[in-house]
């Protein structure tokens, strides 16, 4: 489940997105009189686990993200540490490509 997965569709005198058109809004499924509209996610999930008790655990979350950058920029420090290592040593191919498999593993494994 999703945040989207608890609004519900606008009705024909509410509005979609916000004025600048920029945010979808987001309309508590759950929520019917009174309405409960906001425009950013946060405060959707908010209003979720504070009126409903929902944990939203929405699949693209900020710490997926951060991790999967963080993975990114030691798969950088690894290339360039392995091709500096290769061009000062001069090592052989095979060298040069057994930390980058371990390193393949290691980011399948995690
Ligand atoms: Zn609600």
Same mark, same amino acid.
Not at 11 to 36: A, H, M, V
């Given at each position: 489940?999703?945040?989207?997965? #608890? &609004?519900?569709?606008?009705?024909?005198?509410?509005?979609?997105?916000?004025?600048?058109?920029?945010?979808?809004?987001?309309?508590?499924?759950?929520?019917?009189?009174?309405? #409960? &509209?906001?425009q950013s996610l946060t405060s959707a999930r908010y209003h979720l686990s504070h009126s409903h008790q929902i944990k939203v655990t929405d699949t693209e979350t900020k710490a997926k993200r951060l991790r999967e950058n963080r993975l990114q920029n030691i798969w950088a420090v690894a290339e360039e540490k392995n091709l500096a290592r290769a061009r000062e040593q001069e090592v052989s191919a095979s060298v040069y490509v057994w930390p980058h498999v371990k390193l393949k593993e290691a980011v399948i494994q995690s």
């Open positions: 489940m999703t945040t989207w997965d #608890y &609004s519900r569709p606008a009705k024909p005198n509410e509005p979609e997105r916000s004025t600048d058109g920029r945010n979808r809004i987001f309309y508590c499924k759950l929520c019917l009189n009174p309405s #409960y &509209s906001c």
